[in-house]
């Protein structure tokens, strides 16, 4: 009784007052429907925080890059008795964040003097785990390593091979780690 | 109240309006939003989000969905590509035999299909190509290639350029008289003297396999859709699909199936051109009155008997406008096909637009120009010949076409031999004058587009600026500024207030087909350009046509020119407009400005037309000014017609900003430019097809539904 009532005044509604109504009412369902979307597949802030982070490590590498191509290409060393380009401690420091990559020659001269990381690597086919360069705050120090592993005579191994750079390689391009002391 | 019951669409508009400045004004820009980063760009990045269906893997910036929706339909490109692939590769193996090796060899059905496809329509261009320029492929195709060294004699010889200058011009001639036969044969002979007969009969014979083939399908389907409601209805959404695709995008697909090759460019022209000439058959066996099918019936006809001697006779003159059109696809199709390596004109053109060498691109161009005007005429012509069926004709007058033919034929060849003896360097110039030995007009325009740029570079430099700077880019970003939910307001509300719920549903359906696929910005970009074009455009053909339709010679003057206009193949356009602003967008814009003008000029006149000359008598009698007449009668009458015009003008507005991605915008023209050299491109172009054919049915459905009802309402329905 009551719904037919409603129904009653509803056709009562002149039509350009039910179109308007209409309009409103399709207004208000594609805000709604948004809104649900909204609720399934938002990110909001959580996504703002993640690309802020990225957009601060890619000003970042941009200004590791400027340092790059500001130093010769050649070995870059950070201590007297050498003919090459000599690193000062904020230069030092600015490299070692920047340097992502270690050789080959550097991983084969710091297993050199690691008699098990150096058979670990030949007989998995000189396969390395994961590289890494770290800054030492405490001492001041750029420090680089690597790890191996694998099957050793039916046994799992892993080694951590680590050291002090001792120097790097600057191609112009990027920094690459050139001597690892790990003795 | 009163107000709203007074102008009840006006407070529709206003509180949509309103809404929509609201939600544009509330919604903020998201800090990580970024045009070109947009959605999923097929780079990794660790801080895009992923969903995986239908084991595709999609990437993508995840923002607030009110300023944009995630790229749902992003599986969809992936998706086709890897079902083009299974077609092609694993679906129904069956065994065939290979004549080659002489063994069965096992083939998947469809890779086997259209390898079939793709020899016979080879076969067929190459047999055209060689009865216009020689050549040994056909002969070779029915023995082998040894005994083609054997018999080195054996071999088409082309049909010296006398001869089918001789044969269009006596076409023309028996089509629409002197006038047309000596513009036939004015255009052969700057083909052949301006030393671009070859890319010219390679355009030809390309043409006339695409032609024919397009026509046979299309008459059948039209046919079938005239006899069956249920085919009619299964092919009506293909149609209005494929009225809006842009051309481009039906290439990416056909390379995946057919390769490249002028082949697979005679399969896309059909596709394309096909779909015109249904309708025409469909619109031209409607138009049948009953009384004539009831003449057929009671004269004792069959059903088939009925379709071919009465209906299709009866609808003659709308099947043969359907061949006009038909042509007309084919010859900018000849253009869009050398993407895909079809050779002629069109590859030329290419060619020279790539090395921006626009005198040599202006010369291939005007000779595609001509020739399409050419054959757009005699199409036309041939429509409009009335058949006489009771003449008592003698011999002669019956066959005298044919005779002069044959004479034609006869000295073509007397000449071309005498040519071989007069002509000893090797090159016979009463048979065919190669491409380097024509007279070449490119160094002229080379240079003239020089002293343009000289002279005016920095008028130009200054418009240039002005209109990228001060115009575009505004314009550009406050598109790009729309959230999508107001987007989305505003093309439902619009739909709504025009056609109601149901209008509201469909364009709010196609709207969120492209807001769910990954290229929404890019969408945006060409909304943009497009309407930009089309309010050009639309000022400058309702002006001129209104303007022209004041005087009867001036009216004639303009539909011929729009007549002309509209044979030239799109890729034209852009030549001009390279002369004089270099590569970029303002380029573009000015060839949308020019191409949309077209049929906005056109409706405009037919229009004003279409209004009834007893009105404007009675509006004379009621002592109305001019300017009266026209603002308060002509005008609102001619309106529909006007707004059918606005449709057109739009949908040639998209297509001109897609092929405009080819000297450089970044809108979806580009991506769909892209995806041709991409492997995987297939499904990214048929997608971003769709999505430009969505934009486009947007409009006309607006359009035509608000057409229609303003046509019921004055009663001009």
């Given at each position: 009784m009551l719904q037919n009532t409603y129904l009653v005044k509803l056709m009562k509604i002149s039509e350009p007052v039910r179109q308007f109504g209409g309009l409103i009412i399709l207004t208000i369902i594609v805000i709604f429907s948004f809104a649900i979307l909204n609720n399934i597949f938002g990110e909001g802030e959580e996504l703002i925080a993640k690309m802020k982070k990225e957009e601060e490590r890619i000003a970042e590498t941009r200004k590791q890059n400027e340092l790059i191509s500001s130093l010769p290409s050649g070995i870059l060393v950070f201590y007297d008795g050498t003919d090459h380009y000599k690193l000062s401690p904020d230069q030092y420091e600015k490299v070692c964040k920047a340097t992502k990559i270690i050789p080959q020659r550097a991983i084969m001269g710091a297993n050199f003097l690691n008699f098990r990381a150096h058979h670990i690597y030949t007989i998995n086919g000189n396969k390395i785990d994961e590289t890494f360069v770290k800054w030492n705050k405490e001492n001041n120090k750029c420090f680089a390593g690597f790890t191996v592993s694998g099957n050793n005579v039916g046994v799992d191994e892993k080694i951590t091979v680590s050291g002090e750079v001792l120097n790097f390689l600057s191609t112009g391009i990027d920094t690459r780690v050139y001597f690892i002391k790990n003795f | 109240m009163e107000l709203l019951k007074k102008y009840p669409k006006l407070f529709q508009w206003l509180f949509l309006l309103v809404a929509f400045f609201t939600l544009c004004f509330a919604i903020d820009v998201p800090e990580t939003y970024k045009f070109i980063r947009g959605q999923a760009e097929f780079i990794k990045d660790p801080n895009q989000s992923t969903y995986t269906l239908f084991g595709a893997e999609v990437r993508y910036y995840a923002f607030d969905v009110f300023w944009r929706l995630p790229p749902l339909l992003g599986w969809l490109p992936i998706w086709i590509n890897d079902s083009l692939f299974f077609l092609m590769n694993d679906w129904m193996p069956i065994e065939f035999w290979n004549e080659d090796t002489q063994e069965f060899k096992t083939q998947p059905l469809v890779l086997q299909i259209t390898r079939n496809l793709t020899s016979f329509i080879t076969f067929l261009i190459e047999l055209i190509r060689e009865i216009l320029l020689g050549g040994v492929e056909t002969i070779v195709a029915f023995t082998s290639w040894d005994w083609i060294s054997e018999n080195s004699w054996a071999k088409l010889p082309g049909l010296p350029w006398t001869i089918v200058a001789a044969g269009a011009a006596i076409l023309g001639y028996k089509l629409s008289g002197k006038g047309l036969a000596l513009f036939a044969a004015i255009v052969m002979i700057y083909i052949s003297i301006f030393g671009q007969w070859k890319p010219s009969m390679q355009t030809l014979s390309f043409i006339l396999v695409a032609a024919p083939l397009s026509f046979i399908f299309g008459l059948g389907l039209g046919i079938a859709a005239f006899k069956s409601k249920r085919v009619e209805k299964a092919l009506y959404p293909i149609l209005l699909v494929m009225q809006t695709m842009p051309q481009y995008a039906v290439l990416v697909p056909a390379i995946v199936l057919f390769g490249v090759g002028d082949h697979a460019g005679v399969i896309i022209t059909m596709v394309v051109a096909v779909p015109p000439m249904i309708l025409l058959t469909l619109l031209g066996l409607r138009g049948v009155s009953p009384e004539v099918i009831e003449a057929g019936r009671m004269s004792g006809c069959n059903n088939l008997q009925l379709m071919f001697k009465v209906l299709i006779p009866t609808a003659r003159r709308d099947i043969l406008i359907g061949v006009n059109q038909v042509i007309m696809v084919c010859f900018s199709m000849a253009v869009i096909s050398a993407f895909i390596g079809a050779k002629g004109l069109g590859f030329n053109l290419l060619l020279a637009l790539n090395q921006l060498n626009i005198g040599l691109a202006l010369e291939a161009g005007l000779c595609i120009s001509l020739i399409a005007i050419l054959l757009d005429k005699l199409s036309l012509a041939w429509a409009n010949k009335q058949i006489d069926y009771f003449g008592n004709l003698t011999f002669f007058q019956r066959y005298k076409n044919i005779i002069f033919f044959s004479g034609a034929i006869l000295i073509g060849i007397i000449f071309a031999y005498a040519g071989s003896f007069y002509f000893k360097e090797g090159f016979n110039y009463l048979y065919e004058i190669p491409h380097n030995k024509g007279i070449s007009t490119a160094d002229f325009w080379n240079k003239g587009v020089d002293w343009i740029w000289d002279t005016f570079f920095q008028t130009l430099k200054i418009f240039n600026t002005w209109l990228i700077v001060d115009v575009l880019q505004p314009m550009r970003a406050a598109y790009l500024r729309m959230p999508i939910v107001a987007t989305f307001v505003l093309v439902m509300g619009a739909g709504y207030i025009i056609g109601g719920i149901r209008s509201a549903i469909v364009v709010g359906g196609l709207t969120l087909f492209i807001a769910l696929s990954p290229w929404w910005d890019r969408a945006l970009v060409t909304t943009y350009m497009a309407t930009f074009g089309v309010i050009l455009s639309c000022v400058i053909g309702f002006t001129v046509g209104t303007l022209c339709f004041q005087n009867k010679h001036s009216t004639n003057f303009m539909l011929g020119v729009c007549d002309i206009f509209q044979t030239f193949?799109?890729?034209?356009?852009?030549i001009p407009v390279m002369m004089l602003f270099g590569v970029t967008d303002t380029s573009v814009l000015i060839a949308v400005v020019v191409y949309a003008t077209i049929p906005a000029t056109r409706y405009t006149i037919e229009g004003l037309r279409s209004v009834p000359p007893s009105l404007h008598d009675a509006a004379s009698m009621s002592g109305v000014t001019k300017i009266q007449r026209l603002l308060k009668i002509e005008f609102p009458l001619a309106l529909p017609h006007m707004m059918l015009g606005l449709n057109q003008t739009i949908v040639f507005a998209l297509f001109m900003v897609i092929i405009g991605a080819f000297i450089g915008t970044e809108d979806l023209g580009q991506y769909i430019l892209k995806a041709i050299s991409d492997k995987k491109g297939a499904g990214i172009g048929l997608t971003l097809g769709l999505c430009v054919a969505f934009i486009g049915l947007v409009f006309d459905h607006l359009i035509r539904t608000w057409v229609g009802q303003r046509k019921k309402h004055l009663g001009i329905d």
């Open positions: - | 193949p799109s890729f034209v356009y852009l």
